[in-house]
């Protein structure tokens, strides 16, 4: 299994990006995905999942700005950032559960396969 994620860039306050990663070897339809990020100095943060069957949750900082979506059969997952802010600047990285079935949870240790990270910088 290999995730890569991709992109990130530079952009300012306001701004919107959308993240992609390419889960190779896993089909979507049988497992959560979510996005993680962090920031220098600071510890990994959840920012979003969507499970198996579609249902999305996201972290408290990012609800209303940010959406995740997938395409099963492209076996890509997709974060849409919007109003994206300072704060947000860190490294994101999508994260696999390989537990078939499986819900979004907020625990890192529970995603096994993890893609290399993409940098998204806000600028002021």
């Known amino acids: 299994v290999q995730l890569q994620a991709s992109g990130g860039g530079l952009v300012q306050s306001g701004g919107s990006l959308r993240l992609s990663c390419n889960a190779s070897?896993?089909?979507?339809?049988?497992?959560?995905v979510n996005w993680f990020r962090q920031a220098p100095g600071k510890e990994r943060e959840f920012v979003s999942g969507?499970?198996?069957?579609?249902?999305?949750v996201y972290g408290d900082s990012v609800k209303g700005r940010f959406t995740i979506s997938k395409d099963n059969a492209e076996r890509m997952v997709y974060l849409q950032m919007n109003s994206l802010k300072p704060e947000d600047t860190a490294v994101y990285y999508c994260?696999?559960?390989?537990?078939?079935?499986?819900?979004?949870?907020?625990?890192?240790?529970?995603?096994?396969?993890w893609g290399q990270g993409t940098l998204v910088t806000v600028s002021s």
């Open positions: 969507i499970s198996w069957s579609g249902i999305t």
């Open positions: 070897g896993r089909t979507l339809g049988i497992y959560a």
């Open positions: 994260a696999l559960n390989n537990r078939r079935f499986s819900s979004v949870t907020t625990t890192a240790a529970d995603y096994d396969f």
